[in-house]
C-alpha cells in the first residue's frame, strides 16, 4: 500500500540552524500539507501546497519557514535559523481527493 | 476560527468494554471529518473519514457518526482491546479556499487494561 514517507524520522539540530525536512507524498495526489505536533499540544497547521505554489499558510509560518517540491516527487520543509520552540514534531501529509494520509512524522529538537 | 474539543481527555476502561469518544466543532462549515489513532512518539494512522453528506461511517469495532449541524462526531469503539490503547483525534476538513486543512482536537488518550 503506498504511504507518505518522511526523512530523517529524528533530527538534533543547535540553535540558529538551518533544517530541511523531507517528504515523499503518495505519487498522483495533489495537495500536500505540513503540521507540526508540539509535545503535549494539538497538531498545527503550518502550510498546504498545490499546483507548485502555497495556497494557504497559517500565523506560525512567518519568514522562517519556506516549503518547496523541488523535483516533483519530494517535498520540504525549510526551517532557517531555528529557535528552542521549534522542536516538535512535524507531520507531512498528502491528500488525493478527500482523506488526509500521514507520514510517520520527524522528531525535530533544537538544543 | 474554526475549533475542535474532545472529550474525555483520558478515558480507562477494562478490556472487552464498548465506549464511546466525543468530537465537537464551532463551524459546522465543514468538507469532511476524520479519525485518526495516534500511538506515542509515532505518526497519524487513518481511522475513518465521514463526508458532510454522510451521517455514519464504519471500519470493524469502529463506527463513526456525524451530526454536522449540532457541530458533532462520536467514535463508538465496540468490544475493546488492550491493542486500541492510543490517542485517538478527530479533525475537521476545510472545504473551499481552505480545501483540505485539517484543524484537529486535542485528543482522547485511551488505555485498556486486560
Known amino acids: 500500500e503506498p504511504e507518505v514517507t518522511q526523512t530523517p524520522s529524528h533530527q538534533v539540530t543547535q540553535m540558529g540552524q538551518e533544517v530541511i525536512l523531507r517528504c515523499v507524498p503518495i505519487?498522483?495526489?495533489?495537495?500536500f500539507y505540513w503540521y507540526r505536533q508540539i509535545l503535549g499540544q494539538k497538531v498545527e497547521f503550518l502550510v498546504s501546497?498545490?499546483?507548485?505554489?502555497?495556497?494557504?499558510k497559517s500565523e506560525i509560518f512567518d519568514d522562517q519557514f519556506s516549503v518547496e517540491r523541488p523535483d516533483g516527487s519530494n517535498f520540504t520543509l525549510k526551517i532557517r535559523s531555528t529557535k528552542l520552540e521549534d522542536s516538535a514534531m512535524y507531520f507531512c501529509a498528502s491528500v488525493p481527493n478527500t482523506e488526509a494520509f500521514f507520514g510517520q512524522g520527524t522528531r525535530l529538537t533544537v538544543v | 476560527k474554526q475549533e475542535v474539543t474532545q472529550i474525555p481527555a483520558a478515558l480507562s476502561v477494562p478490556e472487552g468494554e464498548n465506549l464511546v469518544l466525543n468530537c465537537s466543532f464551532t463551524d459546522s462549515a465543514i468538507y469532511n471529518l476524520q479519525w485518526f489513532r495516534q500511538d506515542p512518539g509515532k505518526g497519524l494512522t487513518s481511522l475513518l473519514l465521514?463526508?458532510?453528506?454522510?451521517r455514519e461511517q464504519t471500519s470493524g469495532r469502529l463506527n463513526a457518526s456525524l451530526d454536522k449541524s449540532s457541530g458533532r462526531s462520536t467514535l463508538y469503539i465496540a468490544a475493546s482491546q488492550p491493542g486500541d490503547s492510543a490517542t485517538y483525534l478527530c479533525a475537521v476538513v476545510a472545504g473551499g479556499t481552505s480545501y483540505g486543512k485539517l484543524t484537529f482536537g486535542q485528543g482522547t488518550i485511551l488505555t485498556v487494561h486486560p
Open positions: 501546497f498545490y499546483n507548485n505554489e502555497i495556497s494557504e
Open positions: 505519487s498522483n495526489h495533489l495537495y
Open positions: 465521514i463526508q458532510s453528506s454522510q
